[in-house]
């Protein structure tokens, strides 16, 4: 038996459903091609934003029972780095561009910056360990989140998906307050937490931030109820992310 995969998302043919998640695989041009000849549908790159951000110090990784918790920091060069970065993904790669901000303002920059080598614009109000004013704190207040989708959509004429925090009482009224903004499509989820490992041994936090985003196998049945609630909810199409490891995992969401 034989599956025809080809799919579409906001116009955008994929040859398959298939979707790197925005991180730090997505950070150089020369990755996003690899990924996409290994059978991606289509890529999304490494969040970010109008400036240079050296992010967090190390040790910004540490694995947990379930998964691994991160604290980047969102580093990235800045959008004038990126967008040369940008230009050395091929052609034929359907290509989504993550971007975060610290105001509405600084989003729609960075995505208008860039819009000319993506198919789709990625908002990133959603990251946990963000610094302050960025990430979750906008993707938890669904006025700020209305906001920054507004100055997007006006600033840019490619789709815009809005990346969602799991990290809320009441994701369905987040998302609706994107879908009312404009925004194309929605991502569902971002890591979770923030969480903390301990190293018993010096009793203090193993990561430099401290805290950070919780990704892996454990963060699927929560992502999976967060895409089930919000479909139920919204007019625009989804992709689901969190947790997957093998296409049975994919077929759930």
Same mark, same amino acid.
């Given at each position: 038996?034989?599956? #025809? @995969? ?10 398959? +459903? ?9 950070? #150089?041009? %020369? ?8 059978g991606a ?10 400036? +240079? ?21 969102? *580093?990235? +060069? ?18 989504? !561009?993550?971007?975060?901000?610290? *105001? ?6 960075? !995505? ?51 990346? @969602? ?11 609706? *307050?994107?879908?009312?903004?404009? *925004? ?7 890591? @979770?937490?923030?969480? #903390? ?13 401290? =805290?950070?985003?919780m990704s892996?196998p454990a ?13 139920? %909810?919204?007019?625009?199409?989804? #992709? ?6 093998? =296409?049975?995992? !994919?077929?759930?969401?």
């Open positions: 038996m034989f599956f #025809m @995969l080809e799919t579409s998302i906001c116009n955008i043919e994929l040859r398959n +459903p298939t979707i790197l998640a925005a991180g730090v695989m997505g950070s #150089m041009a %020369s990755s996003l091609n690899r990924i996409y000849r290994a549908g289509a890529v999304v790159t490494k969040s970010f934003s109008l400036r +240079p951000n050296p992010g967090y110090r190390n040790p910004t990784t540490v694995e947990v029972t379930g998964g691994v918790i991160n604290a980047i920091g969102l *580093s990235n +060069p800045g959008v004038e780095a990126f967008r040369e970065e940008l230009k050395l993904v091929d052609e034929e790669v359907p290509l989504i !561009a993550s971007v975060y901000g610290a *105001s509405p303002e600084e989003f729609a920059s960075a !995505a208008a910056s860039v819009e000319e080598y993506a198919d789709m614009i990625e908002l990133n109000v959603s990251c946990p360990h963000a610094m302050a004013g960025c990430g979750a704190s906008i993707g938890q207040d669904p006025e700020l989140t209305f906001r920054v989708v507004s100055a997007v959509k006006d600033a840019v004429d490619v789709p815009v998906s809005t990346k @969602l925090t799991p990290n809320v009482t009441d994701i369905v009224e987040i998302a609706g *307050s994107a879908e009312e903004a404009g *925004s194309d499509a929605l991502t569902l989820i971002n890591s @979770l937490g923030p969480g #903390m490992k301990i190293d018993i041994k010096t009793a203090r936090p193993i990561l430099s931030n401290a =805290f950070g985003g892996g963060i699927k049945p929560v992502a999976v109820r967060c895409v089930y609630d919000v479909y139920r %909810s919204v007019d625009i199409p989804i #992709m689901g992310v969190g947790g997957v490891r093998d =296409f049975q995992d !994919a077929v759930e969401f």
